[in-house]
Nanobody
């Protein structure tokens, strides 16, 4: 089993930045496709950014150029740097990873962007 714990959410104004962290309970070298998803009430959870199986990155079109996913293998932590935040970025952000066939989710962290 793997536990993922997110932190770093909060309330910011449009145009500001936040950095989310996702700490894993084991080495992230052995957790596949770690990434970030977000969800708003009444909508499906959507991919924000993630590492691919070969170590490259995928981003949702809506965050390209503003968000950056990174990782620190020594700290077993994945980050999401979010710049130029917009009100439409308001959501609960979840960390995700998998060791097939298991899929892991964190508890989520709220990001609220005021206009």
């Amino acid at each position: 089993q793997v536990q993922l714990v997110e932190s770093g959410g909060g309330l910011v104004q449009a145009g500001e930045s936040l950095r989310l962290s996702c700490a894993a309970s084991r080495s992230i070298l052995f957790i596949n496709n770690m990434g970030w998803y977000r969800q708003t009430p009444g909508k499906q959870r959507e991919l924000v950014a993630a590492f691919t199986s070969v170590g490259s990155t995928n981003y949702a079109d809506s965050v390209k150029g503003r968000f950056t996913i990174s990782r620190d293998t020594a700290k077993n932590t994945v980050y999401l740097q979010m710049n130029s935040l917009k009100p439409e970025d308001t959501a609960v952000y979840y960390c995700n990873g998998r060791t097939p066939p298991l899929v892991y989710w964190g508890q989520g962290t709220q990001v609220t962007v005021s206009s």
